[in-house]
């Protein structure tokens, strides 16, 4: 393994915590949408 500057370390570092960032917003996001067309669905059916 060759060595490699602590910048570009922490770089990487900062890329995958703001990856890891985003993919848990997405996934959030997601629920959060089909939750709320659950909820849809369920008033439409009651009324």
Do not use: C, G, W
């Amino acid at each position: 393994m060759p060595h490699t500057h602590t910048h570009t370390n922490t770089h990487k570092l900062e890329d995958k915590a703001s990856h890891t960032f985003s993919y848990f917003k997405f996934i959030y996001f997601r629920e959060y949408k089909e939750r709320n067309e659950t909820v849809r669905n369920s008033q439409r059916l009651s009324m």
